[in-house]
T-cell receptor, first 116, second 113 residues
Framework: AQKVTQAQTEISVVEKEDVTLDCVYETRDTTYYLFWYKQPPSGELVFLIRRNSFDEQNEISGRYSWNFQKSTSSFNFTITASQVVDSAVYFCALSEAEAAGNKLTFGGGTRVLVKP | DVKVTQSSRYLVKRTGEKVFLECVQDMDHENMFWYRQDPGLGLRLIYFSYDVKMKEKGDIPEGYSVSREKKERFSLILESASTNQTSMYLC????????????FGPGTRLTVT
């Protein structure tokens, strides 16, 4: 069965520091998708990124970057020069290609608190 | 913009009551999902539906049922609410051309006393 583990439950940083969120996954499928979602205090989950299992290129979007390493089953997320608005809970998720309805399996989430 | 709305942000119910949580999406999405979110456990899938009147159990369906009579509306039903169903409930839907991308509603925080 698929599983996603986010070992860090909470990270506290001071503004402008970098923060890296770890995500480790387990799956028996060779084709799968990995996601990161952000949940700000308002509660609504916001989609950040999707990667498929055949694309191991790292990705950068503004202050956000993602490091996908198939060899270690990890999909880590880094926020560079953090800002107070980055304070949120971040979820890593996995979807197996053969899963009906594109079901997502979520990790437990990492709460990021950015202090001014 | 895609819009997924949920009928209530906060709800307080008594043990044994029948509870309806409503979710509506306005973009003709095929798939709709109900999750519950608990601290440290992330989101866990309760039920999902890939078409009108079609439903599939997720990982934790016990104590819940669902209804999808119209494409835009997906209801979660707690037949007899219990205190261990106190949680945040999130609805999501996916567009037909990007089935991997789930759009979430704002959530309903349900307290069962």
């Amino acid at each position: 069965a698929q599983k996603v583990t986010q070992a860090q439950t909470e990270i506290s940083v001071v503004e402008k520091e970098d923060v890296t969120l770890d995500c480790v996954y387990e799956t028996r499928d060779t084709t799968y998708y990995l996601f990161w979602y952000k949940q700000p205090p308002s509660g609504e989950l916001v989609f950040l990124i999707r990667r498929n299992s055949f694309d191991e290129q790292n990705e950068i979007s503004g202050r956000y970057s993602w490091n996908f390493q198939k060899s270690t089953s990890s999909f880590n997320f880094t926020i560079t020069a953090s800002q107070v608005v980055d304070s949120a809970v971040y979820f890593c998720a996995l979807s197996e290609a053969e899963a009906a309805g594109n079901k997502l399996t979520f990790g437990g989430g990492t709460r990021v608190l950015v202090k001014p | 913009d895609v819009k997924v709305t949920q009928s209530s942000r906060y709800l307080v119910k008594r043990t044994g009551e029948k509870v309806f949580l409503e979710c509506v999406q306005d973009m003709d999405h095929e798939n709709m999902f109900w999750y519950r979110q608990d601290p440290g456990l992330g989101l866990r899938l309760i039920y999902f539906s890939y078409d009108v009147k079609m439903k599939e159990k997720g990982d934790i369906p016990e104590g819940y049922s669902v209804s999808r009579e119209k494409k835009e509306r997906f209801s979660l039903i707690l037949e007899s609410a219990s205190t261990n169903q106190t949680s945040m409930y999130l609805c999501a839907s996916t567009p037909p051309d990007r089935a991997y991308e789930q759009y979430f509603g704002p959530g309903t925080r349900l307290t069962v006393t």
